[in-house]
C-alpha cells in the first residue's frame, strides 16, 4: 500500500516537472520573439528635437494646441485664394495670390514641423515602453528559471524522503503543498508573459506606423520647402517679365491660356470619345476615400469656366497646402503612372477591386508633386501613393480654378480607360494623357 502511494507521489510530481519543463521551452522561444530591434530601441537619439531626457514625454496639450490653430490658419489662407481665384484676373491679383499661397505654405511649414516634432516624441515614448517590457520579459524569464530549478531540488527531495521513510509525515506534506504552490507561480509567470508578448507585438506594429508617418511628414517638409522657393522665384519672375504693368500681364495670361487651350482639347477629345461609347456603372456613395482633404475649387462637369479652353471637366480640382500627402480613395492595383510638363503632370491611376454591375473604376491622380507607387503595385484605401503638386499644365497658368498646386481626381470607367501619347511632344516634352468614360468623383465619395 505504501509502495502505490510513493508511486503515485513520485509520478505526479515528476510529470508536473515535466509539463513546466515543457512550458519553459515555450516561454524560452516566446521571449526570444520578443526582442526587438536594436535600431528601434536606439533610434530615438536620431530623430529631431528630441534630447534623451525627454525620450519618454508625450505632446503637451500646448503643443497639439498649436497644431490645430496652424490649420484653422491655414484653411482661412485657402479660403481666401480660392476668394481671390473668383475675382477678375490682373496683375495686382496674380501678385496678392502667390503672396497667400507663400504665406499658407510657410505656415503649412510650421505646421509639419511640429507634427514631426510631437511624432517624434510618440515614437520615443513607444521606444521607451518597448525596452521596459522587454527588460520585463527577460526578468521574468530568469524568476521562471530560478523557480523551476527549485522544483526539481523540491521533486529530488520528495522522493528520497519516500525511499527512506520519514518521522514527520506532515513535514513531507507541507512540501508537497509548497511545490505545488510554487508551480502555481510558474503557471502565473507564463500568463503574463503572454501578456508582454502580446503588448510587444502591438507597440511594435505602433512603432512601425509611427516611423512611416515621420517619414511621410520629413518628405512633405522636403516637398514644401521646395515649393516655397518655386513660389519665390515665379512671383520675382512675373514681376521681372511684366515690370508692374498690367498690359504686360495681359499679355503673359493670354499666352498662357492658348497653351492650356490645346492641351484642354486634347483631353476634352480623348474623353468625348471615351463618353460616347457609354458608360452604364450605376455610382455607390461612399465607395471612396477624399485622397486629400482640402477645398474643392473646381468640380465636375460644366463648370462655367469655358473661356480656360474647355466646356467639360471630368473630374474634381481639391486644393490643399503644397505637398500635401495624397491616399488611395480605395483599395487596388496601380494601373500606371506617368510624368510630363503637360496634362497631368505627375499622375497615377489606380484599378480598384470594386466589381459594380460586372465592371470596375479607375481613379486618377493629377499634378502630383511626386509619387511613389508602380505599375502593378497593391494598395489599400489609405496607403499614401504621392504628395500635392502642380505639375504638368498648372505651372503655365496664371489665373482660374486650375492654377497653382492642387489635386485633379477623376473617376473612369476602367473598360474605357487608355492612355494616349502626347500630341504635343515638340513643344512640351514627353507625357501621356490617360483618358476614359468619366464620372463625378463626389457620387463615390463619403460624405
Request: hydrophobic share 40%.
Amino acid at each position: 500500500m505504501r509502495f502505490g502511494n510513493k508511486n503515485k507521489i513520485k509520478i505526479s510530481t515528476a510529470a508536473s516537472f515535466i509539463l513546466i519543463g515543457s512550458l519553459f521551452l515555450c516561454i524560452l522561444g516566446i521571449t526570444a520573439a520578443l526582442v526587438v530591434p536594436r535600431h528601434f530601441l536606439h533610434a530615438s537619439s536620431n530623430l529631431p528635437g528630441i534630447a534623451p531626457q525627454a525620450q519618454d514625454k508625450k505632446p503637451s496639450q500646448s503643443q497639439l494646441a498649436q497644431i490645430s490653430q496652424l490649420n484653422q490658419q491655414i484653411g482661412q489662407l485657402q479660403n481666401q485664394v480660392v476668394q481671390k481665384l473668383q475675382q477678375q484676373a490682373d496683375l495686382r491679383n496674380e501678385i496678392n495670390l502667390y503672396d497667400l499661397e507663400m504665406q499658407e505654405t510657410e505656415l503649412q511649414l510650421q505646421a509639419t514641423q511640429t507634427n514631426i516634432n510631437n511624432d517624434a516624441l510618440q515614437i520615443a515614448a513607444v521606444q521607451k515602453q518597448i525596452a521596459d517590457k522587454t527588460a520585463q520579459a527577460a526578468q521574468e524569464k530568469q524568476t521562471l528559471a530560478d523557480l523551476l530549478v527549485n522544483l526539481d531540488k523540491d521533486d529530488n527531495l520528495s522522493q528520497v524522503q519516500l525511499e527512506l521513510g520519514t518521522s514527520n509525515f506532515s513535514d513531507f506534506l507541507n512540501q508537497i503543498q509548497y511545490t505545488h504552490s510554487l508551480q502555481n507561480k510558474v503557471y502565473n509567470i507564463l500568463i503574463g508573459v503572454k501578456k508582454l508578448q502580446a503588448d510587444l507585438e502591438s507597440d511594435n506594429q505602433n512603432l512601425h506606423e509611427r516611423l512611416a508617418k515621420l517619414n511621410e511628414l520629413k518628405t512633405q517638409l522636403t516637398g514644401a520647402n521646395q515649393s516655397l522657393s518655386d513660389q519665390k522665384a515665379q512671383k520675382v519672375a512675373l514681376l521681372a517679365d511684366t515690370k508692374g504693368q498690367e498690359y504686360k500681364f495681359k499679355v503673359l495670361l493670354n499666352n498662357a491660356q492658348a497653351e492650356e487651350n490645346e492641351i484642354a482639347q486634347e483631353i476634352g477629345d480623348l474623353n468625348q470619345q471615351a463618353m460616347a461609347k457609354g458608360g452604364n456603372i450605376a455610382p455607390i456613395r461612399g465607395i471612396l476615400a477624399w485622397p486629400l482633404q482640402g477645398i474643392i475649387t473646381q468640380g465636375y462637369g460644366n463648370t462655367g469656366f469655358t473661356a480656360l479652353g474647355y466646356d467639360f471637366h471630368n473630374g474634381v480640382d481639391i486644393a490643399g497646402p503644397p505637398g500635401c500627402p495624397i491616399y488611395a480613395a480605395a483599395d487596388g492595383v496601380v494601373q500606371a503612372t506617368g510624368t510630363g510638363q503637360a496634362a497631368y503632370g505627375n499622375w497615377v491611376a489606380i484599378k480598384h477591386n470594386i466589381a459594380i454591375e460586372n465592371s470596375q473604376i479607375i481613379t486618377l491622380y493629377g499634378h502630383l508633386m511626386s509619387f511613389i507607387v508602380t505599375p502593378g503595385q497593391n494598395v489599400k484605401q489609405g496607403d499614401l501613393i504621392g504628395f500635392e503638386g502642380n505639375t504638368g499644365n498648372t505651372t503655365r497658368i496664371l489665373y482660374g480654378p486650375e492654377r497653382g498646386f492642387h489635386l485633379h481626381f477623376s473617376v473612369f470607367d476602367a473598360s474605357s480607360f487608355g492612355i494616349a501619347p502626347g500630341k504635343y511632344q515638340n513643344k512640351y516634352g514627353p507625357y501621356q494623357v490617360p483618358y476614359g468614360h468619366s464620372y463625378n468623383p463626389l457620387d463615390f465619395l463619403n460624405s
